[in-house]
């Protein structure tokens, strides 16, 4: 453990995932002594197969498996599952968090003017994804390029890292705002499980750890929980703040995919355009997926003669807005479709059969629906406040978890937003409060 555990800081962040890191860069560049406590490791990224699975495919720690041969992962690592996401950015939902009278306009702005945010340069956009965007289009739907957190000078066109972890940098992550936070004096401790928030006095004092297999206590009048949408409900639940088990959204996805044949691709940056619907909770991208994960999705459904289809095999996201449902408990996850979660998947898989027909794809199958956004478990207006406090004072959650509602479309973007958010309000009470 970095120095002394006994050490008192202004703030401890639990979780370095996109929502604590951002908290934790804006404390610490206001000058307040940041305490950043990782579950995961910070090795860096090698951006291989073994590394990942290390980090989101571990049965009952990154990945569950529900009852209805469905997965859901997240990234138990430094930066979260940020470091192995698609990159994709999506705009805060302003209408649903002006319900709360929650602004995010002006950080958004701020965050957009300095982090590495755009549409990919054309000679990024792979093949792949360009022959499903002209196949859109064609269809008469509105394909354009998605924002990515990507720098393109550092991007090498022809790779197929991202999801496995960008070991180039090109891919921005979490890991970027915590080391700048290191820069400002903030510790981040890895490896390090919190077991439970300490309560003294009737309001937050700081956390119990187990690190190297040890237990210790770290002391703070602030802690921010970013633990993420199953791992901050947890924390809840095992500080006696909330209850065992607590409904979720996740975003399901269902992969659907044809092959053509004058094509030879499946190396490329995936979900580089798309379009949504989100009046009918359905988002749509190209995915090109790496080799392995796609024959698994092959397997997985019976699709045994097309796994060494891969490279001319086309393959679209079909993402939803699922309902909030299921339950978070302190062992296990697990969680359904509703008859109306279905009913979003036959609309949006029936759109890209069309596209890839479009495309001139034969063979078309889908793959089972997975998800990587688990949110919506400790909500705005109902676990916490507009500032993101729990009922115990000192206590904050800045994660997925504060998401009010599912809208289905990537939180990263939102949780910097959020984090920035509380990161200036609590420099400014610390900057207020009587010298020790």
């Not at 970027?176 to 890895?190: P, T």
């Not at 956390?207 to 970013?226: F, M, Q, R, W, Y």
């Not at 989100?278 to 392995?292: I, Q, V, Y």
């Not at 794809?361 to 400790?378: D, E, L, Q, W």
Request: glycine share 12%; net charge positive; charged share 15%.
């Amino acid at each position: 453990m970095p120095r002394s555990i006994g050490s008192l800081y202004d703030a401890i962040v639990v979780g370095s995932g996109p929502g604590g890191a951002s908290v934790a860069r804006t404390l610490a560049a206001a000058g307040a002594r940041v305490l950043i406590l990782e579950q995961g490791g910070a090795a860096p990224v090698a951006g291989t197969l073994t590394q990942m699975a290390g980090m989101a495919a571990v049965p009952g720690k990154g990945a569950f498996f529900h009852r209805d041969a469905s997965l859901l992962v997240r990234g138990i690592t430094a930066g979260g599952s940020s470091t192995i996401n698609f990159a994709t950015a999506a705009a805060p939902p302003a209408a649903l968090f002006a319900r709360y009278g929650i602004d995010l306009a002006d950080d958004e702005r701020a965050l957009r003017a300095e982090l590495p945010l755009g549409a990919l340069p054309d000679n990024l956009v792979g093949p792949m994804a360009r022959r499903i965007a002209t196949a859109a289009q064609a269809a008469g739907l509105p394909w354009r390029k998605l924002d990515k957190m990507i720098r393109p000078q550092a991007c090498r066109t022809g790779c197929w890292r991202c999801v496995y972890g960008c070991p180039f940098g090109a891919k921005w992550t979490a890991r970027d705002f915590i080391d700048e936070a290191c820069r400002h004096g903030a510790v981040l401790a890895a490896d390090t499980r919190v077991e439970r928030v300490i309560v003294e006095n009737g309001r937050a004092a700081g956390v119990k750890v187990t690190h190297e297999g040890a237990p210790h206590t770290v002391l703070s009048p602030l802690v921010i929980l970013a633990a993420g949408g199953i791992g901050t409900p947890r924390l809840l639940h095992s500080s006696g703040l909330g209850p065992a088990s607590v409904p979720f959204f996740s975003d399901p996805v269902v992969a659907v995919m044809g092959t053509v044949g004058d094509l030879q691709g499946g190396a490329e940056v995936p979900m580089a355009a798309g379009f949504a619907l989100p009046e009918e909770g359905l988002s749509f991208a190209d995915l090109a997926l790496p080799r392995p994960m796609y024959q698994a999705f092959a397997a997985q459904v019976g699709r045994f003669d097309r796994l060494h289809a891969h490279a001319r095999t086309l393959s679209i996201m079909v993402k939803i807005a699922d309902d909030t449902g299921g339950g978070v408990g302190p062992r296990w996850v697990d969680k359904t479709l509703t008859a109306a979660d279905r009913a979003k998947f036959e609309r949006g898989i029936a759109i890209a059969r069309d596209v890839l027909l479009h495309a001139g794809a034969k063979h078309v199958f889908g793959s089972h629906h997975f998800a990587a956004h688990p949110g919506g478990t400790a909500q705005i207006g109902k676990v916490v406040d507009t500032g993101l406090q729990t009922r115990m004072p000192g206590l904050f959650v800045c994660d997925a978890a504060v998401l009010p509602a599912p809208w289905g479309l990537p939180p990263t973007l939102t949780l910097l937003c959020l984090g920035r958010r509380l990161g200036r309000h609590l420099a400014t009470a610390l900057s207020e409060r009587p010298a020790a």
